[in-house]
C-alpha cells in the first residue's frame, strides 16, 4: 500500500515538473515572438509569414538622423531633410568625418542618440563591404535601431544589416522595378513601425490628402 502511494506522488510530481516547463516554453516563445528573425535585418520584415497589427508611431515622436558623407557642411539629404520636416518628422543631418572610418564611427556615434531610424545617404557613391562599418551596422541591429541606405546605386552591404535601400522614383533600378512610389515620411513610418516593406523603397512625393 505504502508503494502504491509513493507511485502515486512521484507521477504526480512529474505531471507537475511537466507543466511548469510547458508553461515556461510558452512565456518564452511569447517573449522572442517580437524579436527580429534570424538572418533579417531590424525593420525588414517583407519575409514574415505574418505580422503583428500594432498603432504605429506617431509622426511627432519619430527622430531621424541622416548621416552624409565625409564632407562637411554640405546640403547632402537637405531634401529629405526638408520633406520629413513637413510632415511632422525630426530629422537632423550630420556628417561623417573626414578620417578612417568616418562613416562607421558616425553611425556608431547615431546609435548612442537612439534615434528612430538612422538614414545613411550616399547619394550617387557606392557603398561597398567594409568591416567596420559592417561592426557598426551590427551595433545598431542589437540595439534595435533600423537603418535604411539612400543610395542611387549599387550597394555591397550585407542586406542583413540594413532594413531597407532608399532610392528616389526616378532612379534606374526603381524605373525597373514594380514597387511602388512614396514618400519619404511614409518610408521611415514603416521602417518605425517593423510593418512588411520592401527591401527597395522607391521614394516620390507625399501623396495629396
Known sequence: MVGIFKRSVARTHSYAVLGLAVMLVVVLCAALSSCSPSG???G???TRLTSQEHDGADRADIRVLIIGADSAGSNQGSELISELNASHITAVYSSAQK????VALAVRDAVEARPSVIVMYAGQRRIGSDPSLDKALRQARMAGVPVAIFSEGPIGVDKTLYAARLAPAASEDCLGSATDV???AS???QLVDDVPHP????LGAEPSE
Do not use: N, Y
Open 99 to 102: 578620417v578612417h572610418d568616418g
Open 187 to 189: 518610408a521611415v513610418q
Open 44 to 46: 525588414d520584415t517583407q
Open 199 to 202: 527591401a527597395l523603397m522607391c
Open 182 to 184: 512614396e514618400s519619404v
Open 40 to 42: 533579417s535585418a531590424v
